[in-house]
């Protein structure tokens, strides 16, 4: 008998499993169903059991390939769940218009992104953060940081923010430049170190390398048979002291006949004392026969300084100064005579007698010619212990030899001024360092205007901090213009960059106070 043609089989799908296998009752795991027309045998009425077969054989093929379209599908949804960031699915509400007639597939597994932190906190980890959930991580800027940093703020207070290495010589921190306060105090300590810098420096150049003491296998050698100086009970000898390579040029003390016998303890407080810049100093003896051709006889003292001659010769060649000038002059070798006083008084000594013949002269060393002179206190033999309870043992011989130099001088303002300290020096007795004080404002301030006659004692006194600041600053800059133009500070700026960086408002005050109470 004839039978129905069969069923149009589609090509196999890549991912089906059962490769090229067509569907069959065994392989669907199904029984045809047994129709009751169809008689029970396969040969009574064979072309409609055949024809209801095949439509039914269809149907199955349909579900089978439907089946496998679904697991596709499946599959897929999966890679796209690992390639697309979660999105939450919003399910169609029944009355949502629809355009695909298809079920909705089956949502797609969510999967959570985390995210590295850019910038690691201070704080360690606690274990209850780990098993929590990690914090919200606000954006700071190009920075992604933790809350906690983010309400810390930034990893120092501003006080501890300072400069680069460029910067360090400011000393100051960020903080400290909003302060005018800070910034002034910073620039006036600054100012008052720098200048105490320059004194030292100055002071090592006018100095110059001291010779240090005699010692065996030194010779000497006379350079000139007539004196380099004559005071009024010595005269002084240019004498070269030769070791190996090294000579310094020195001066033999000889004693003038008939000059008074001096004080044995003041010359053994002379050879004793450490260098100074306004006491003579010591090197040690020449041993009789040393010097072939001296015109002296017997053991000599060597001096350090060379001495070109005394206050008593200046005063007679200075006396053709203008007024301002010569007062000037004056003023400064006072001064230097009161820091020897000073440096006596400290050491409990005293010169009995001041005599403008035994004070020395010389040149600065590293200073031009025609600057001021070095003052020397030479006269130790007239130097004795000071008397117990003796206030300023200085004071009158002071006040009179300043009076003696202003005898010759025409009047003028700073000698208006050293005659009040005169007059002063006898009605006080100050010490000799109160005394240098006075000197140092009647030269370079702060003169009566600030101090003020009958004025209360405080406001004067708080303005002279900020004087001194100015004073200070003024001459800083008075330096460097000097430096600038190839200029060398001498003794007179050596001696203001002293005053300036030792003063203090409460030595001003004093010196204001000896001066015009």
Not at 152 to 174: I, K, N, V, W, Y
Not at 329 to 358: I, T, W, Y
Request: glycine residues 10%; aromatic residues 6%; contains cysteine.
């Amino acid at each position: 008998s004839m039978s129905s043609p069969e069923p149009p089989m589609d090509p196999p799908e890549p991912d089906d499993p059962a490769g090229s296998t067509q569907p069959t009752y065994s392989n669907l795991g199904e029984q045809p169903p047994w129709e009751p027309w169809a008689g029970g045998r396969a040969g009574s009425g064979g072309g409609g059991c055949a024809r209801h077969h095949g439509l039914w054989e269809q149907q199955q093929l349909r579900k089978a390939r439907r089946g496998r379209g679904l697991k596709k599908n499946l599959w897929v949804g999966e890679i796209r769940a690992h390639l697309l960031p979660s999105k939450a699915c919003h399910p169609r509400t029944p009355g949502s218009p629809s355009t695909d007639p298809q079920p909705l597939p089956p949502p797609l597994p969510q999967k959570i992104l985390t995210r590295t932190q850019s910038l690691p906190t201070r704080r360690g980890l606690h274990p209850s953060s780990i098993q929590g959930k990690p914090p919200r991580r606000p954006l700071l800027g190009s920075h992604s940081v933790d809350e906690s940093q983010a309400e810390a703020g930034p990893a120092g207070p501003l006080a501890e923010l300072t400069f680069g290495p460029a910067d360090a010589p400011l000393r100051l921190s960020l903080r400290d430049l909003h302060s005018p306060e800070a910034v002034l105090a910073a620039l006036a300590a600054q100012q008052l170190e720098g200048l105490r810098a320059i004194y030292a420096r100055l002071r090592a150049r006018l100095m110059g390398g001291h010779p240090g003491p005699c010692r065996p296998g030194h010779g000497f050698r006379l350079l000139d048979s007539s004196p380099c100086a004559e005071s009024g009970d010595a005269l002084y000898y240019r004498v070269v002291r030769v070791h190996e390579e090294a000579w310094h040029i020195l001066v033999a003390k000889v004693p003038k006949p008939g000059a008074d016998a001096p004080y044995p303890w003041g010359l053994e407080l002379q050879a004793s004392l450490s260098p100074h810049f306004n006491l003579q100093g010591l090197c040690g003896l020449v041993p009789e026969g040393m010097l072939p051709g001296a015109p002296w006889r017997g053991a000599v003292a060597l001096a350090a300084e060379v001495p070109e001659r005394t206050v008593a010769q200046w005063l007679a060649e200075a006396c053709a100064q203008p007024p301002e000038e010569f007062a000037w002059a004056v003023a400064l070798q006072l001064l230097q005579l009161s820091a020897a006083l000073e440096f006596l008084e400290a050491r409990g000594a005293a010169l009995v007698e001041l005599r403008p013949e035994n004070l020395l002269l010389a040149a600065p060393r590293g200073c031009a010619a025609t600057g001021p002179p070095r003052l020397l206190l030479a006269d130790f033999g007239r130097v004795c212990p000071q008397p117990p309870g003796l206030p300023g043992p200085h004071a009158p011989q002071l006040g009179r030899l300043l009076r003696a130099l202003l005898g010759l001088a025409a009047p003028s303002t700073l000698a208006a001024g050293l005659e009040r300290l005169a007059a002063q020096l006898t009605r006080w007795r100050p010490s000799a360092s109160r005394t240098r004080g006075a000197l140092q404002a009647l030269l370079w301030g702060p003169g009566p205007e600030l101090r003020g006659r009958g004025a209360p004692l405080g406001p004067w006194l708080r303005a002279l901090g900020p004087w001194l600041r100015v004073r200070r600053a003024l001459l800083v800059m008075r330096l460097a213009e000097r430096a600038a133009g190839g200029e060398a500070p001498g003794l007179e700026e050596w001696l203001c960059c002293e005053y300036l960086a030792e003063a203090t408002e409460s030595s001003m005050g004093q010196a204001l106070a000896l001066l015009w109470d």
